[in-house]
């Protein structure tokens, strides 16, 4: 059974940084692409950012510089490095699984390209 746990939200002053842990199992991570998302209160959920198999990111221009993605194959972990958070990266972040093993372009931040999803985590930035 495919599962995704996640773990590492919490609350930041403006400035401050944050890696968000996301634990699979069920599954060959390393066959896959994931990717991150996030959604605020009365928002639809925002890609933000997507690995490869073969490691290659893409990233949406509102985290690009201050968030990075990466994965563990060999733990069957991914994460999420936030850096220079805003108050408006306030937010549940989901990490999630990729259909294929490539981020495809703008199909990268589509949540229906998407197989299996963490429960998501709070990321409060706030002074």
């Known amino acids: 059974q495919e599962q995704l746990v996640q773990s590492g939200g919490g609350l930041v002053q403006p400035g401050g940084s944050l890696r968000l842990s996301c634990v699979t199992s069920?599954?060959?991570?390393?066959?896959?692409?994931i990717g991150w998302f996030r959604q605020a209160p009365g928002k639809e959920r925002e890609g933000l950012s997507c690995?490869?198999?073969?490691?290659?990111?893409v990233y949406t221009d509102s985290v690009k510089g201050r968030f990075t993605i990466s994965r563990d194959n060999a733990k069957n972990t991914i994460y999420l490095q936030m850096n220079s958070l805003k108050p408006e990266d306030t937010a549940v972040y989901y990490c999630?699984?990729?259909?294929?093993?490539?981020?495809?372009?703008?199909?990268?931040?589509?949540?229906?390209?998407?197989?299996?999803w963490g429960q998501g985590t709070q990321v409060t930035v706030s002074s």
């Open positions: 069920g599954f060959s991570l390393a066959d896959y692409a």
């Open positions: 690995m490869s198999s073969d490691h290659k990111t």
């Open positions: 999630a699984i990729y259909r294929v093993s490539h981020c495809g372009g703008g199909s990268a931040y589509r949540p229906y390209n998407y197989n299996y």
